[in-house]
């Protein structure tokens, strides 16, 4: 795999344009702004991707089948995997994400970890919400949380 010089299209998502990034063989980015690289939109991964957020903003997808390759910490991969075993239609605090990867302290480096989540939405961090279930940041703004689980019916 090659990582430099992604592949990168963009798709357009009743929250806005998403740009999906890959190596070609597994996704490796999702994000709500601008990203730079070699255009790819007729690879079959970008397609697939292209499918399945569509599914999925239609209420038809609960769980993405996508490949996908997540590049960070140990700690940042261990919170990422933690993210994709949060049910559909549900929410989980930063501490309790934090009791998930065993350090029931560690809420604040949960938060970081979230925040450089490089696949938003197929690795979903709007999922995690602050004590109480208070709605806290999210990259893409707090509107399109809002959006997304409203659209999965935690909200």
């Known amino acids: 795999m090659t990582h430099c ?3 990168v299209s963009q798709y357009t998502s009743p929250i806005g ?7 070609g063989e597994a996704l490796t980015g999702l994000y709500f702004a601008p990203h730079p690289g070699r255009g790819g939109a007729a690879l079959p991964l970008h397609r697939q991707a292209a499918a399945e957020l569509t599914a999925y ?8 089948t996508l490949p996908i390759c997540l590049e960070g910490t140990d700690f940042r991969k261990k919170v990422w995997q933690a993210l994709t075993q949060i049910p559909y239609g549900e929410t989980i ?17 949960v938060g970081q970890a979230n925040h450089f989540n490089p696949i938003s939405i197929i690795v979903p961090c ?10 806290t940041g999210y990259g893409g703004g707090i509107e399109k949380k809002i959006f997304l689980l409203q659209l999965e019916g935690a909200r």
């Open 5 to 7: 010089e992604p592949y």
């Open 17 to 23: 344009p998403l740009w999906l990034l890959s190596d």
């Open 57 to 64: 903003f239609q209420k038809e997808l609960r769980a993405f």
């Open 93 to 109: 605090t930063y501490g309790e994400l934090a009791a998930r990867v065993g350090d029931a302290k560690a809420s604040r480096a």
């Open 126 to 135: 709007h999922r995690v919400v602050g004590a109480g279930g208070k709605l």
